[in-house]
C-alpha cells in the first residue's frame, strides 16, 4: 500500500533495480540509486494481479485500461492531506445518539384537526 498516492491501481517495476513500487517516491525512499528513465513501463495491476507492459511513446486513451480486467489505472492521484479535526465523533454526521430534550408544545384542538376527529365524533 502506497502512502504517497491513496488510490495507485498499478505496481511499477523499477528498470533499474528490477523491483517493484507503487510510485517513484517509494523508489527514492527504500533505494539508494535514483529511478532509470525509460520508455517502456512494466506494470502489474492490483486488481487482476497480471503484469503488462505500456510504451510511454505510443500512449493513447486505450492504454489506460488494463488489458486484462479493464482496470482504469490512470486516474489522478489522490495524496494525503493534512487535516486539523477534533477528536470524537461529528455529529452532523450520526445524530442518532441525541435526544430531543425540547419541551413540546401540545397542538391547539380543533374540529378541523383530522389525527383525533375519530374521538371526538363518535
Not at 4 to 33: G, M, S, T, Y
Request: aromatic share 8%.
Amino acid at each position: 500500500m502506497c502512502k504517497h498516492v491513496l488510490n495507485a491501481q498499478v505496481a511499477i517495476r523499477a528498470p533499474c533495480c528490477r523491483k517493484w513500487f507503487d510510485c517513484a517516491e517509494c523508489h527514492h525512499e527504500n533505494a539508494d540509486h535514483d529511478l532509470m528513465q525509460t520508455f517502456e513501463m512494466t506494470f502489474v495491476c492490483k486488481k487482476c494481479k497480471k503484469a503488462f507492459r505500456k510504451d510511454s511513446r505510443e500512449f493513447e486513451d486505450a492504454d489506460e485500461y488494463c488489458p486484462h480486467c479493464d482496470n482504469h489505472f490512470v486516474l489522478e492521484a489522490k495524496t494525503p492531506q493534512a487535516q486539523l479535526q477534533v477528536e470524537g465523533e461529528d455529529i452532523r454526521k450520526d445524530a442518532r445518539m441525541i435526544k430531543d430534550e425540547r419541551a413540546r408544545i401540545e397542538e391547539e384542538r380543533s374540529i378541523f384537526n383530522v389525527k383525533d376527529a375519530s374521538d371526538r365524533l363518535g
